[in-house]
């Protein structure tokens, strides 16, 4: 069964570092791989995904990377922002179900 | 605007009073699936659907019923709520491996 770790559970940086998620999967045979942001008590906005076969996406600040032979994947911000403030999920889409087993979560904030 | 609507946000209902949680997506998506979030467990995939009538079990199925009568609606039935459904529940939308998940904002439901 897929596990999906995330490390650091909780990171506190001053504005505009640049800074690195890291996720790790147990199970190479993913589907795609997504990130997603969650500020508290609301709903899942998906950042960037990755297809099993691409290495990397962008967007605007973000960069995700996947290496699915060491079963990893991080998410690179770049100049951070007291807005980046929130828990960052990474998850890994099985190829059966297409269910999504997510880790349990960064909880990022970004001190003005 | 490409969306996932959940209804109602919030519900605070009795044991045993049945309710249902009503999920719809304007994307044309054919994979829709239910998920539950709670503290110390993250997000856990309740039941999902591959298509019209093609629904099947995810992780945490236990004292849930869907159906997908139609492509756009999943709605998540519980026909005789218990104090341990208490939780945040979301519905998701997939437009396959490059699209992803699209989440509605969720809904808070609490069994007293």
């Known amino acids: 069964k897929q596990e999906v770790t995330q490390i650091p559970a909780a990171l506190s940086v001053p504005e505009g570092e640049n800074l690195v998620l890291n996720c790790s999967f147990t199970?190479?045979?993913?589907?795609?791989l997504q990130w997603f942001r969650q500020d508290p008590g609301k709903g899942l906005t998906s950042l960037l995904l990755i297809q099993s076969s691409q290495r990397e996406q962008t967007s605007g600040r973000l960069n995700a990377s996947l290496d699915k032979s060491s079963g990893r994947s991080t998410l690179y911000i770049a100049a951070s922002q007291p807005g980046d403030s929130a828990t960052y999920l990474c998850a890994a889409t099985d190829t059966g179900r297409r269910a999504l087993t997510f880790g349990s979560g960064t909880r990022l904030q970004v001190q003005p | 605007e490409a969306q996932v609507t959940q209804n109602p946000r919030y519900l605070i209902t009795v044991t045993g009073k049945k309710l249902t949680v009503t999920c719809s997506q304007n994307?044309?998506?054919?994979?829709m699936s239910w998920y539950r979030q709670d503290p110390g467990l993250g997000l856990r995939q309740i039941y999902y659907s591959m298509n019209v009538e093609v629904t099947d079990k995810g992780d945490v199925p236990e004292g849930y019923k869907v159906s997908r009568k139609e492509k756009r609606n999943f709605p998540l039935i519980l026909e005789s709520p218990s104090p341990n459904q208490t939780s945040l529940y979301f519905c998701?939308?997939?437009?396959?491996?490059?699209?992803?998940?699209?989440f509605g904002s969720g809904t808070r439901l609490t069994v007293v």
């Open positions: 199970d190479s045979a993913i589907y795609n």
């Open positions: 994307m044309n998506h054919e994979y």
């Open positions: 998701a939308s997939s437009g396959g491996q490059v699209y992803g998940y699209t």
